[in-house]
């Protein structure tokens, strides 16, 4: 059981340069969400797709595109990368049954924008 | 002032000890509540939703006040495998997740 796969895990960008980073989960889940996360600022969301053909923008979206491709994928794509964007780039995606809910998390990219 | 705070940390205590984090949130409206751990340099997964009666799990125990806004996560007998960052985690609207930006904690052999 795979659970929530991003890809890549490591990525070193020039300034300007693009890149996308891709996310699937195999759990059937309808919400699907892009965190970045930096020192003493804990998570912060960037975008988020509650279901295949919607995303909305969170807190910290600009310089950020998103598209959800199916109901599995949902891609972040940086058009001119900055050192700004240097972070840890989390993908996950929600559960809901009832009242149980529980977010599932990818394993990380770290990007570094020089 | 932040969505949802918490105790800035770190916290370093012996094995043994009891440890507690609080935590507190800004929107009234909110949900649902969880604790999630982070080991250094892993995504973080889910320890333990926070329901309003309290809730046991082991060792762990959680409190949710929602009249004050405060959630409180109580670890006890500390293991060194405890040593993580503790995330409080807040469900809004039944669509996004807000994280804390986390309490490290450190326990010492």
């Known amino acids: 059981n795979a659970g929530v796969t991003q890809t890549p895990k490591f990525q070193v960008l020039k300034t300007g340069q693009s890149m996308t980073l891709q996310c699937a989960q195999d759990m059937n889940h309808n919400s699907m969400y892009w965190y970045r996360q930096d020192p003493g600022m804990g998570l912060r969301l960037i975008y988020y797709s509650a279901s295949e053909g919607t995303t909305d923008k969170g807190e910290v979206p600009n310089g950020y595109n998103v598209s959800r491709l199916n109901k599995r994928e949902f891609s972040l794509r940086l058009e001119s990368a900055a050192p700004s964007q240097t972070s840890v780039y989390f993908c996950?995606?929600?559960?809901?049954?009832?009242?149980?809910?529980?977010?599932?998390f990818g394993q990380g990219t770290r990007l570094t924008v020089v | 002032r932040k969505e949802v705070e918490q105790d800035p940390g770190p916290f370093n205590v012996p094995e043994g000890a009891t440890v507690a984090f609080n935590c507190t949130y800004s929107n009234s409206a909110s949900q649902s509540f969880f604790w999630y751990r982070q080991d250094c340099r892993k995504e973080p997964k889910l320890l333990m939703s926070v329901y309003s009666s309290g809730n046991e799990d082991g060792r762990f125990t959680a409190q949710l006040n929602r009249a004050s806004q405060y959630i409180s996560l109580l670890i006890r007998d500390s293991k060194l495998s405890d040593s993580a960052t503790y995330l409080c985690?807040?469900?809004?609207?039944?669509?996004?997740?807000?994280f804390g930006p986390g309490t490290r904690l450190s326990v010492l052999p």
């Open positions: 985690v807040v469900d809004n609207y039944g669509q996004n997740f807000v």
């Open positions: 996950a995606s929600k559960s809901r049954q009832g009242d149980l809910t529980e977010a599932f």
